[in-house]
């Protein structure tokens, strides 16, 4: 089994444990069923918004090609973490289709 690193960066606000296994659990699911990813670097930090939307989520993934890279804001760091994981899939999936066009010309 390939190692899977995540790295947890907390921009004044104060570390949550519960958070972390949250995240931990689902980006190691993603990076076993995309295991060309081999780390993802999370940052957890508060805006000020105006429109209550505060909690700010920011994931890198590293990967071959690109770094993939998602953001959300939302109310709580549930809700982003979740948002920001969801556009992450959509690009994991799209570049596993590009990985698997180039095998086949």
Do not use: W
Request: net charge positive; with cysteine.
């Amino acid at each position: 089994m390939k190692d899977f690193q995540v790295i947890f960066n907390y921009v004044d606000i104060n570390r949550s444990q519960s958070l972390e296994a949250f995240l931990k659990k689902e980006l190691t699911s993603l990076s076993e069923k995309y295991n060309f990813i081999h780390r993802a670097d999370v940052f957890l930090r508060r805006d000020n918004r105006s429109d209550g939307k505060n909690s700010l989520c920011e994931i890198r993934l590293s990967a071959p090609g690109p770094r993939l890279y998602a953001d959300t804001n939302a109310e709580d760091f549930r809700s982003a973490t979740k948002e920001t994981i969801r556009d992450l899939t959509d690009q994991l999936q799209k570049r596993k289709r590009e990985f698997t066009a180039g095998i086949g010309s």
